[in-house]
């Protein structure tokens, strides 16, 4: 094949190529951002289709889901033998210690993206189990909050927060920055057990908040710092924002779901809430926020249904709303945005994905 006819794609550098160039003091930071600008000016635009600033990878082929299958039935059937011999907290030292060897392979080598992250929450997974399970055997996942007052969390969040340290030098997985995070999150809860078990319960929604705004506070710090959305930063923000969106909408939402007032107000409140997500959302171009939210969306729209005395077809129309809303905001996410960023304050707003 000559040079001329060799298809762009096949000429094209990664942004992780030029990540490493500059890294290695190949190229400078200019000459780097100069060729990523070089290939955006050569880069026709399809039919004037929108670019779609959450793309990340999940899958190279089928290979990886093929090989994610296989590591599922390798790693529960170690578990199975492991566990009857070496008891709860060993099985999940050797599932744990499994998906590191695994990693070696699939993850340092192979580089394949679905076994890459299947192998990092089954090993976060095993180090927390493992631990807690070390403190508190008689409870499963160590989570015993009563009897050993959270300590068994607190311990195992760090530990697993160290550990995933550890598995981010060595494999650079995006997602493990999240886990990581999760497993203070974890901690961080365990830790108000302990302080104080009688508040526990009626602090728990508040923390989960704050802890829920730290995290996307973290993901935007990730987010702003790569606008163009081309290095391996824009991944661990989605995976941020995958942790965060929970933690916000649950504390947020749930309180309003089945408390003793009107159920009416109750859902207009929750609905006028997601609309208040939904803004976020489009304004920093992330949809995990509306995705964790859409539950929360449905019972409300549910609840105002049967006020409505059609209670006999409140799964399909809430199904039928909740779906055309989804594929609403699918269609014109790019034109809100472009109304909505304008809106922005202009430090943040040249900061963020650009509107298409």
């Not at 449905?298 to 039928?320: E, R, Y």
Request: aromatic share 8%; with cysteine.
């Amino acid at each position: 094949m000559t040079k001329s006819s060799t298809p762009p794609d096949m000429l094209a550098i990664s942004p992780e190529a030029l990540g490493a160039a500059v890294a290695s003091g190949l190229v400078s930071a200019d000459q780097a951002q100069g060729l990523r600008d070089l290939e955006s000016a050569r880069t026709p635009a399809f039919d004037g289709e929108p670019h779609d600033d959450e793309r990340f990878r999940f899958i190279s082929g089928f290979s990886d889901i093929f090989v994610t299958i296989g590591l599922g039935l390798f790693l529960s059937a170690l578990g199975y033998f492991s566990g009857d011999m070496v008891g709860n907290a060993g099985m999940f030292a050797v599932i744990a210690v499994a998906s590191w060897l695994l990693a070696e392979y699939f993850t340092r080598k192979q580089r394949m993206a679905l076994p890459s992250i299947v192998l990092l929450l089954v090993y976060a997974g095993a180090v927390f189990s493992a631990v807690a399970e070390a403190f508190n055997p008689s409870q499963s996942f160590g989570m015993g909050l009563g009897n050993h007052g959270g300590l068994p969390i607190v311990v195992a969040g760090l530990v697993t927060a160290g550990a995933t340290v550890l598995h981010y030098r060595r494999f650079r997985v995006p997602v493990t920055i999240a886990a990581g995070v999760a497993a203070l999150v974890a901690s961080a809860v365990g830790l108000l057990f302990m302080a104080a078990p009688d508040f526990a319960a009626q602090a728990a929604k508040p923390l989960l908040l704050a802890c829920g705004l730290a995290v996307f506070t973290l993901a935007m710090r990730f987010d702003l710092s790569d606008p163009q959305r081309q290095t391996r930063r824009t991944d661990i923000a989605f995976w941020l924002h995958m942790l965060a969106a929970p933690l916000i909408v649950h504390p947020l939402v749930s309180g309003l779901v089945g408390e003793g007032g009107s159920e009416t107000v109750s859902a207009w409140s929750i609905l006028a809430i997601f609309v208040g997500l939904a803004f976020v959302a489009l304004v920093v171009d992330r949809r995990a926020i509306l995705v964790s939210g859409l539950s929360y969306a449905g019972f409300a729209f549910g609840a105002l249904v049967v006020k409505a005395g059609l209670s006999d077809s409140v799964v399909p129309l809430t199904m039928l709303v909740l779906g055309a809303l989804v594929l609403l905001l699918s269609a014109g996410w790019h034109t809100l945005r472009r109304g909505l960023v304008p809106l922005v304050p202009g430090a943040l707003a040249r900061r963020l994905p650009a509107h298409t």
